[in-house]
């Protein structure tokens, strides 16, 4: 059983399908909800990380990605790069700069990369006023649509049962089985799974004996735009010619218009925790646009106030949280996805996958271990922080 259908539930049920065929999902909500953190138009994904150890994953999971690609016959990535910036005027140090640092440990590791700084920058892209660009060349967007429908379709195919509108109320272990009750039924399972995003600490709650309590914050970014280019110039800002764009030390991604997906380029500003904090000259998306984008002043703007618009479950020590739940034998939690976590969801899934099934992983995720958060340890924190929409950062 797996509780809460966002993406990592449905990869999570995606990969053991293809080992076991008695599986059921249960959501609070509805698939594809606008309340979840997992569903949009588009999400990035790369490698270009500072910590090698989650850029390692990152190309794991792009394997993963691939092989769900052959799978189900349907690409959901769109392999355009993915472009870290900076420009001297904006972060003197260029050298210090997130992109740079993140290039060197992208060739440490050998993954595909290249740099490109002065006129053979403004010659490959006109569009940027940028000193130096670092791209990761296997990276770019994924197709959110594309992805959950694709999963949704194969889940039905393999009989995997997805029930909407359902409510746990508890779970106990009865007879070497977990009984989980809800508002409408009553289900036995050999195992359980929780990926319920913000709900997480809710569920976990109802599991009696359970001794997990992780200190989730909700996060929105700050502001996020679309920019409706005139007709003359939206082909250089189509994923065939712009790749995704960041200046992660300013607080800024960008994703290209993607024929047939999203007509818009959508520029957002946030400030996720793992990044350092600094003060530069960008505060906002119309800023950096200002700064970096000129050839998007005269686009049309709007704000982006839909699902497009990201929420992110962040946890206190700003690692994931993935693994067996303390107290309770049989159920295992991923959660705290730091903003970052859509990339990594087939690997997700393959993890809780082969946890709720062998009772082990090949991966090594002791770093991830959710007894750190056993509750009454000096780590346990709050169920959940509202997301600090109103307090500037």
């Not at 989730?216 to 005139?230: G, H, L, N, Q, V």
Request: aromatic fraction near 8%; include cysteine; hydrophobic fraction near 40%.
């Amino acid at each position: 059983m797996v509780i809460g259908g966002g993406v990592m539930g449905l990869f999570t049920a995606y990969q053991a399908s293809e080992r076991f065929d008695r599986i059921v999902v249960l959501e609070r909500g509805r698939i594809g909800d606008p309340m979840t953190a997992s569903f949009g138009r588009t999400r990035s994904y790369r490698s270009d990380y500072l910590d090698p150890a989650y850029a390692r994953l990152a190309r794991e999971a792009l394997r993963l990605w691939s092989e769900f690609e052959t799978g189900t016959g349907v690409q959901v990535l769109v392999r355009c790069g993915c472009m870290n910036i900076a420009k001297r005027a904006v972060t003197p140090d260029l050298a210090g700069t997130y992109g740079h640092l993140s290039h060197s440990v992208l060739q440490e590791l050998g993954v595909p990369s290249a740099s490109f700084a002065g006129e053979d920058l403004r010659a490959r892209f006109p569009f940027l006023e940028a000193d130096v660009a670092y791209i990761d060349l296997d990276g770019g967007v994924v197709n959110l649509p594309a992805v959950t429908a694709a999963l949704r379709r194969v889940l039905a195919d393999r009989g995997v049962r997805v029930i909407e509108g359902v409510t746990i109320r508890m779970a106990v272990r009865h007879d070497g089985r977990i009984r989980v009750v809800t508002d409408a039924d009553v289900w036995s399972a050999r195992s359980l799974v929780v990926t319920a995003g913000h709900g997480t600490n809710d569920v976990l709650a109802r599991l009696e004996g359970a001794s997990l309590q992780v200190p989730i914050t909700r996060d929105r970014p700050i502001e996020a735009k679309y920019f409706t280019p005139p007709a003359n110039a939206r082909r250089q800002f189509a994923s065939d010619t712009m790749p995704v764009i960041a200046y992660l030390d300013a607080g800024i991604y960008c994703h290209p218009i993607i024929d047939g997906l999203i007509d818009k380029v959508k520029i957002g500003y946030y400030h996720p925790p793992d990044l350092p904090r600094s003060t530069t000259v960008i505060d906002s998306v119309m800023s950096f646009v200002e700064q970096c984008l000129p050839a998007l002043r005269d686009a049309r703007v709007e704000a982006v106030d839909d699902v497009d618009g990201c929420d992110y479950d962040l946890v206190g020590d700003d690692e994931f949280v993935l693994g067996s739940v303390p107290g309770f034998p049989g159920a295992y939690v991923g959660v705290g996805w730091r903003g970052t976590g859509y990339k990594f969801a087939p690997w997700v899934g393959r993890v809780l996958a082969e946890l709720a099934l062998e009772q082990g992983t090949v991966y090594d995720i002791h770093r991830f271990d959710p007894a750190r958060f056993r509750k009454g340890s000096s780590s346990a924190g709050p169920t959940v922080t509202p997301h600090p929409s109103a307090t500037p950062r």
